[in-house]
């Protein structure tokens, strides 16, 4: 049992290695439950949704753990395992996919303007800012304090006295399972995976903003508030970007007319976006109101469809199993 980070902290790069392999695990688990529901993400109208497979990753591993941690037996070996597992399937899948990214990569090199070597360096940038060891006083505070109590204790910390502690939610989880493996990054790399996401989103998604939408990203990136946040073990991009892939998977793939036909399809986008908005109300009580309003938004649209009950019956189930329990 320790109270200091510094009992939960690899020396570098180790902790950063295993950081990113455990974002490496969560891309592979999002892409586990695309092939679990048969998305066809090599279409041009799906292949957006390929690079928000983090997200998914995310949400299915905050959905398996929340349960683990309000009972209290997130303890001891317990989140090493888990994350050791993210590890592990992290390795298989840069070891699988590396040369078919490096092919890609070497590719589009050769086409990149002036604007794309700015992105590249911004982002590039950010990515360095989030392997850094953590100096924010508000995520040493209470949102590693909470992890670290979390895997002391194997639950969510009680203590009246401490206030900030009734602040946290499941992003704290993340945080623990990270420092059970030393991985004192993951916290912070996983706010850079949420701004890279909803900046993909822009990039890939084909006939969005037109030629401008490089510009669009770029001012978005510009933002001097993002470099407090990418530093910080704080879960605020991350759930940000889950309400946003949902809020666009309701506008692609609900809102147009193609879901009416298939079914199938419009029932698996509301699934997708009842497990990206009710993962992100589980994490901070912001995201409570915002992560309401997507989820009654699709909710809306599929009332417009015969089998609406269903969708509500599912949204309840969600609702009951994910964030009922906080």
């Known amino acids: 049992m320790g109270f200091g980070l510094e009992s939960y902290v690899f020396y570098p790069p180790i902790g950063v290695i295993i950081s990113l392999l455990m974002i490496f695990g969560l891309d592979a688990l999002g892409l586990l439950v695309f092939r679990f529901l048969a998305l066809d993400l090599t279409n041009k109208k799906d292949f957006w949704l390929r690079y928000q497979s983090p997200l998914i990753g995310t949400s299915v591993i905050i959905s398996i753990y929340s349960p683990i941690v309000l009972a209290g037996f997130f303890i001891s070996v317990v989140p090493t395992v888990f994350g050791s597992i993210l590890v592990l399937l992290g390795l298989n899948h840069l070891v699988v996919n590396f040369s078919r990214l490096y092919s890609k990569v070497k590719f589009k090199i050769i086409e990149f303007k002036l604007i794309d070597w700015s992105l590249i360096s911004i982002l590039f940038g950010f990515g360095l800012l989030a392997m850094a060891p953590i100096t924010c006083a508000d995520s040493l505070d209470y949102h590693v304090g909470t992890a670290i109590s979390i895997l002391n204790s194997g639950s969510f910390p ?35 995976l949420g701004l890279t996401s909803m900046v993909l989103i822009f990039l890939t998604k084909t006939g969005t903003f037109g030629g401008e939408k490089k510009w669009i990203v770029l001012a978005i990136i510009s933002s001097p508030v993002l470099l407090g946040m990418i530093s910080s073990a704080k879960p605020f991009l991350l759930p940000c970007s889950m309400t946003t892939s949902a809020l666009m998977i309701i506008n692609f793939n609900l809102v147009s007319g193609s879901f009416k036909k298939n079914s199938q399809y419009a029932r698996k986008s509301f699934f997708l976006v009842l497990l990206l908005a009710i993962t992100a109300a589980t994490m901070k009580a912001n995201f409570l109101l915002s992560g309401a309003i997507v989820v009654g938004l699709a909710l809306l649209v599929q009332i417009k469809t015969k089998s609406w009950k269903f969708e509500l019956g599912l949204g309840s189930l969600t609702f009951l199993v994910i964030l009922f329990p906080f």
Request: negative net charge; glycine residues 12%.
């Open 158 to 192: 009680f203590q009246p006295e401490w206030f900030h502690s009734r602040l946290i939610g499941s992003g704290e989880i993340l945080i623990a399972m990270g420092l059970s493996l030393g991985a004192e990054q993951f916290s912070s790399l996983l706010q850079f």
